[in-house]
């Protein structure tokens, strides 16, 4: 377990940069997301949060709600510019797979860097697809995400084709980029934590 010391380190290396968080859906982005944005005082964003938070397109709605990326130049038209909002000048930014189609990384990177936000480490919680749908049909039978549309087996397995043919490849970018942290995903969620904590405070070490 990391010490106040090593995250004081970490926040101090981190500034107001950013940390990219992948994963397959039910990996733990949005609960690994929340701890990091806690921990650094920092803003969780998600792309499609702000997608949905914008006044999106008939075509980019159908996207959404069929389970698939929507095209890259409306992604990067409308989820870049939020990344330079004023009220995130002075935070780190914890992003949750903003940028998901190969290519799209290189727009993210340098949008990211703009806005005085530059990309410090890409986190990938891994998990396997057989994973995925234990963890959606344990969640579905205890009724705990509510009615949602993109809730049906079917558009599950639209979700992680779009993560394998197009999302994995972003990944391996990042990996190349040398910016990509490996997790175990199928862990609880605190030593999950942990181990994205120690990865964290490796980065710093090794930067210094």
């Given at each position: 377990?990391?010490?106040?010391?090593?995250?004081?380190?970490?926040?101090?290396?981190?500034?107001?940069?950013?940390?990219?968080?992948?994963?397959?859906?039910?990996?733990?982005?949005?609960?690994?997301?929340?701890?990091?944005?806690?921990?650094?005082?920092?803003?969780?964003?998600?792309?499609?949060?702000?997608?949905?938070?914008?006044?999106?397109?008939?075509?980019?709605?159908?996207?959404?709600?069929?389970?698939?990326?929507?095209?890259?130049?409306?992604?990067?038209?409308?989820?870049?510019?939020?990344?330079?909002?004023?009220?995130?000048f002075?935070?780190?930014?914890?992003?949750?797979?903003?940028?998901?189609w190969?290519?799209?990384?290189?727009?993210?990177?340098?949008?990211?860097?703009?806005?005085?936000?530059?990309?410090?480490?890409?986190i990938?919680?891994?998990?396997?697809?057989?994973?995925?749908?234990?963890?959606?049909?344990?969640?579905?039978?205890?009724?705990?995400?509510?009615?949602?549309?993109?809730?049906?087996?079917?558009?599950?397995?639209?979700?992680?084709?779009?993560?394998?043919?197009?999302t994995?490849?972003v990944?391996?970018?990042?990996?190349e980029?040398?910016?990509?942290?490996?997790?175990?995903?199928?862990?609880?969620?605190?030593?999950?934590s942990?181990?994205?904590?120690?990865?964290?405070?490796?980065?710093?070490?090794?930067?210094?």
């Amino acid at each position: 377990m990391q010490t106040p010391t090593d995250i004081k380190d970490i926040a101090n290396w981190l500034n107001t940069g950013s940390v990219n968080v992948f994963g397959r859906p039910f990996s733990g982005k949005d609960t690994q997301g929340k701890k990091l944005a806690e921990m650094f005082d920092g803003t969780l964003l998600g792309g499609g949060d702000i997608l949905r938070g914008s006044n999106m397109p008939p075509h980019i709605k159908t996207a959404m709600k069929t389970g698939k990326l929507i095209p890259t130049k409306d992604y990067i038209d409308i989820v870049l510019p939020f990344l330079s909002k004023t009220e995130f000048f002075d935070k780190p930014l914890i992003l949750s797979s903003v940028g998901r189609w190969i290519g799209e990384e290189e727009g993210v990177m340098q949008a990211a860097k703009e806005s005085g936000h530059p990309i410090k480490a890409v986190i990938y919680l891994n998990i396997s697809e057989q994973t995925v749908h234990d963890r959606w049909q344990a969640l579905h039978e205890l009724n705990d995400r509510g009615e949602r549309h993109d809730d049906t087996p079917e558009i599950l397995d639209i979700r992680l084709q779009e993560f394998r043919d197009k999302t994995l490849p972003v990944i391996e970018k990042y990996r190349e980029l040398g910016l990509l942290i490996d997790i175990d995903g199928n862990q609880t969620p605190d030593k999950v934590s942990e181990d994205i904590q120690t990865a964290l405070a490796n980065l710093v070490s090794a930067s210094q």
